[in-house]
């Protein structure tokens, strides 16, 4: 007795604990907080402390370095990719518990444009345009590889995969059952039960556990007592009870049946986690490019607005000049309204170029704080760029064919691709599986027994039953009384339609994302070309605009000493001057052009993030999510 006793001890708790203690949150010891959901932080609202030593008297001193920490740190489309982190690990757990994953946010949001560098019209689309000098695109929206927002990296789109065969589940359950009832039933006549009117009372308290397997098995273990009264005169036991113990195990043979198959939700939520890891990583990229790129512009913006200072001051001693030769009589009066007008047209072309700064600093700090503009301090900082634009160099010596492996191997948008796809082939055992007929092998096996009060009019009661519970009990573990049995069920459907339209539909959606992820691959060799195109052209055109610059700085000013000795008007020299300004706003454009550039090669090589010093793994515990 004592060894069935400490086998069906075993039985219970092998399907009581079939889960290891690293399953469950918090260890045996806080079992109960399976019942509870999930601690799911808050955002934080508040700016971290980076920002605080770079302002100064009212001005923000930033480095691009400082300003990518800033927005990696409290940019909210970062943050959100945060929690795609923390869905995607309860993805995991669901699908360890028996279910499906529910699925990701493949959303990666860009950085607003801004206004755009100097002479750089397609970059804007915010605030007024900013003229002169040439244009060069340079950002991934102008080069037609980037169309606008990156809205959805998903390869399914609206086409989701069927679910495919069902899951066993793997959490057990437990289940409880306990009742009173009392029933009186009128009798025709006393004759079968020895009264005209039975009166029964039960009192049942059951218990049931249920628990799924990887091979697609399910064992059910139920456990059943009753205390049952009568005041039949022919029963023999009142109150008797009633007690029993009973295993069913049913094990798929086609349909359902493998450890592969029934753990794919497992394996897909696993891929699930390292898509979320490279969405965040690429989300970084998109944050970190755009920072650089409203920097950079910024930067352009501020150079822009020297060459307009300077403009304002040849246009002030140009004024100057026309006003005394005109007092001398040597020039006629109309000479200095026509020098006036131009010195108006400086100062508001100086105006505009402080403006567009102002602009392009509200949508940086935008982009940088939690809460944009509306702590006082910032909104009303002025932002200083500490780096100035490096001087285009080294185009010609880059290999695009060695630039387009290094993307095709890293570059984040990529591998998650790859890793949906393989979660779509992953999807596809199910649907096929699906196709299977359905042949289960069940086995039960029963131990019941029987005690009870002898009934005083009775008249050969089976004296081995006498007794109570703990004699109903030891018959069940002695099995005294046991059932079992085993056989097959088979469904055979004589069409299956709706098992082969989902498995030939998934396949479509399937070939369907392969396609898109080759396209996300010719789309990066695309990226990476017009990028290193971008990047070469810029280098010459500033080659070409500094050469320009310097030839009309000589020209300047040998127009001015013609003008000062009386050889030339004030008409020319102003052209010569717009001249001039024009060469150095290309020039300019030409700086940022080559920086926005190089920014856009990094990313399309997916270097970005190491080229500023940053990683995925380290950003992905910063201060914003507590």
Do not use: C
């Amino acid at each position: 007795m004592r060894i069935r006793t400490i086998l069906v001890a075993l039985l219970s708790a092998a399907l009581v604990f079939p889960l290891q203690a690293d399953d469950i949150p918090g260890g045996w010891t806080k079992y109960s907080r399976v019942w509870r959901p999930a601690s799911v932080p808050t955002p934080n609202w508040n700016n971290t402390s980076r920002y605080a030593d770079l302002l100064k008297a009212g001005q923000l001193y930033l480095s691009l370095r400082d300003a990518i920490a800033i927005a990696v740190e409290n940019n909210l489309d970062v943050e959100t990719q945060r929690y795609n982190l923390l869905a995607a690990h309860q993805d995991l757990l669901r699908a360890q518990g028996g279910g499906t994953t529910r699925g990701l946010q493949y959303t990666i949001a860009e950085v607003p444009l801004g206004i755009g560098g100097p002479a750089s019209p397609l970059l804007t689309s915010l605030g007024q345009q900013s003229s002169g000098g040439g244009s060069i695109p340079t950002n991934a929206s102008e080069l037609g590889v980037l169309s606008g927002t990156q809205s959805n990296l998903s390869l399914l789109g609206q086409s989701p995969l069927s679910a495919g065969t069902p899951l066993p589940v793997y959490d057990p359950a437990l289940t409880g059952l306990l009742n009173y009832s009392h029933q009186s039933t009128p009798e025709v006549g006393p004759g079968s039960v020895g009264t005209d009117n039975l009166v029964a009372t039960a009192l049942n308290a059951n218990a049931g556990l249920t628990q799924g397997f990887a091979s697609g098995a399910n064992a059910a273990l139920s456990f059943n007592n009753s205390r049952n009264t009568l005041n039949s005169t022919n029963a023999n036991y009142s109150p008797y009870v009633t007690s029993s113990l009973s295993l069913t195990i049913t094990q798929p043979l086609l349909r359902g049946f493998g450890t592969s198959l029934n753990r794919r939700y497992i394996r897909i939520a696993a891929n699930q986690e390292r898509i979320a890891s490279l969405l965040f990583q690429q989300q970084l990229i998109s944050t970190v490019y755009g920072v650089a790129r409203l920097y950079i512009d910024l930067t352009s913006l501020r150079d822009n607005v020297k060459v307009k200072e300077e403009d304002l001051q040849l246009a002030e001693w140009l004024k100057r000049e026309v006003a005394a030769r005109v007092e001398e009589g040597i020039l006629p009066s109309i000479e200095v309204t026509r020098a006036g007008a131009s010195l108006l047209t400086a100062r508001q072309a100086l105006i505009d170029a402080r403006a567009l700064v102002e602009e392009q600093e509200a949508v940086l700090k935008s982009v940088l704080f939690r809460k944009g503009l509306d702590e006082a301090a910032l909104r009303d900082a002025r932002v200083v760029p500490t780096d100035a634009l490096e001087l285009p160099r080294d185009a010609a010596t880059l290999d695009a064919g060695k630039l387009i492996e290094q993307a095709l191997a890293g570059r984040p948008d990529l591998l998650q691709a790859g890793l949906q796809a393989e979660n779509n082939r992953i999807a596809l055992e199910g649907s096929r599986n699906n196709l299977k007929p359905q042949l289960d092998i069940v086995a039960f096996a029963q131990n019941a027994g029987l005690g009870g009060d002898r009934n005083a009019i009775a008249t050969n009661p089976d004296l081995a039953f006498l007794g109570g519970y703990g004699g109903a009990l030891g018959q069940v573990l002695r099995r005294n009384y046991p059932t079992y049995g085993a056989g097959l069920q088979l469904n055979l459907p004589l069409r299956n339609r709706t098992a082969q339209a989902d498995a030939a539909r998934d396949e479509i959606v399937s070939r369907q994302a392969d396609i898109r992820a080759e396209e996300y691959r010719n789309q990066a060799r695309l990226e990476v070309q017009d990028a290193l195109i971008a990047l070469r052209r810029a280098q010459a055109s500033y080659e070409a605009a500094a050469e320009a610059s310097r030839l009309q700085i000589e020209s300047l000013e040998a127009e001015k000493a013609r003008f000062e000795e009386g050889l030339s008007t004030a008409f020319a020299v102003g052209q010569f001057q717009n001249v001039l300004s024009q060469a150095r706003l290309t020039e300019l454009s030409a700086r940022g052009s080559f920086a926005k550039a190089k920014a856009v090669l990094q990313r399309a090589t997916g270097t970005l993030l190491e080229t500023y010093g940053f990683s995925a793994d380290t950003m992905k515990q910063a201060e914003s999510v507590r």
